[in-house]
Antibody, heavy 119, light 112 residues
Framework: QVTLKESGPGILQPSQTLSLTCSFS??????????VSWIRQPSGKGLEWLAT???????GYNPSLKNRLTISKDTSNNQAFLKITSVDTADTAIYYC???????????WGQGVMVTVSS | DVVLTQTPSILSATIGQSVSISCRSS???????????LYWFLQRPGQSPQRLIY???NLGSGVPNRFSGSGSGTDFTLKISGVEAEDLGVYYC?????????FGSGTKLEIK
C-alpha cells in the first residue's frame, strides 16, 4: 500500500527558510522509474509544480521560483525534502508531495500540509 | 511555459447528465518519444487531487469508466458520461511533455 505524508513548520516568518518533509511507504526512491514531486496550492487557487527528484538523483525545478528551491532525498528512511529560501506571504499554501512511476505521473498524493508565512 | 486553457471554468450539471471539459495547450504535447503527457485530476472539496486519466486516454486504477479522455496535439477533452454526486469538485488537466510541468486553471463541477 502506497502512502505519502507531508510535514512542515505550520507557520514561519517572511525571509525564513521553509523546510518540508515527505515521508512515504509502499515504494522506494531507489527503485528505477520512481520520482517524488512537490506541488503547492494557495488557498482557493490552482496547482503549481515546484520540484521533482528521481531514483538516480536527477532533479528538476520550476524556474519561476528561481534559485530558492532545493530538493533532496533520504532513500534509507523513505523521505524526500524540499527547502524554500526567503519565503514571503506569497508562499502561503498547501504543499503536497506526489509519486511518479515512469510515465504514470502523480498516481499517489499525500494529504498536504498547510504552510502560512506571516509576520 | 506551456499554458493549458481549460473551458468552461464552471460547469453545472444534473445527476445523470453527460458533460465535457476542454483543455487546450499553447504547444503540442506530443513528445519525441511518442507519448503525449496529458493527465486529468479531480480535487474534491477538502481533499488532495486524485488522478483520473493518464497519457490522454488511459483510465487510472479504480477510476469509474464513466470518465474518459481523448484528444491529441493541443486539444484534449475529459468526458463524464452520467455525472454522479461524488463527481463534484475541481478538475485539472496537466502536461508533463515540456518543462516546467504545468496545470490548467481548473474547471469547477457543480451539481444542480
Amino acid at each position: 500500500q502506497v502512502t505519502l505524508k507531508e510535514s512542515g513548520p505550520g507557520i514561519l516568518q517572511p525571509s525564513q527558510t521553509l523546510s518540508l518533509t515527505c515521508s512515504f511507504s509502499g515504494f522506494s526512491l531507489s527503485t528505477s522509474g520512481i520520482c517524488v514531486s512537490w506541488i503547492r496550492q494557495p488557498s482557493g487557487k490552482g496547482l503549481e509544480w515546484l520540484a521533482t527528484i528521481c531514483w538516480e538523483d536527477s532533479k528538476g525545478y520550476n524556474p519561476s521560483l528561481k534559485n530558492r528551491l532545493t530538493i533532496s532525498k533520504d532513500t534509507s528512511n523513505n523521505q524526500a525534502f524540499l527547502k524554500i529560501t526567503s519565503v514571503d506571504t506569497a508562499d502561503t499554501a498547501i504543499y503536497y508531495c506526489a509519486r511518479i512511476l515512469w510515465v504514470y505521473y502523480f498516481d499517489y498524493w499525500g494529504q498536504g500540509v498547510m504552510v502560512t508565512v506571516s509576520s | 511555459d506551456v499554458v493549458l486553457t481549460q473551458t468552461p471554468s464552471i460547469l453545472s450539471a444534473t445527476i445523470g447528465q453527460s458533460v465535457s471539459i476542454s483543455c487546450r495547450s499553447s504547444q503540442s504535447l506530443l513528445d519525441s518519444d511518442g507519448n503525449t503527457y496529458l493527465y486529468w485530476f479531480l480535487q474534491r472539496p477538502g481533499q488532495s487531487p486524485q488522478r483520473l486519466i493518464y497519457l490522454v486516454s488511459n483510465l487510472g486504477s479504480g477510476v469509474p469508466n464513466r470518465f474518459s479522455g481523448s484528444g491529441s496535439g493541443t486539444d484534449f477533452t475529459l468526458k463524464i458520461s452520467g455525472v454522479e454526486a461524488e463527481d463534484l469538485g475541481v478538475y485539472y488537466c496537466m502536461q508533463a511533455t515540456h518543462a516546467p510541468l504545468t496545470f490548467g486553471s481548473g474547471t469547477k463541477l457543480e451539481i444542480k
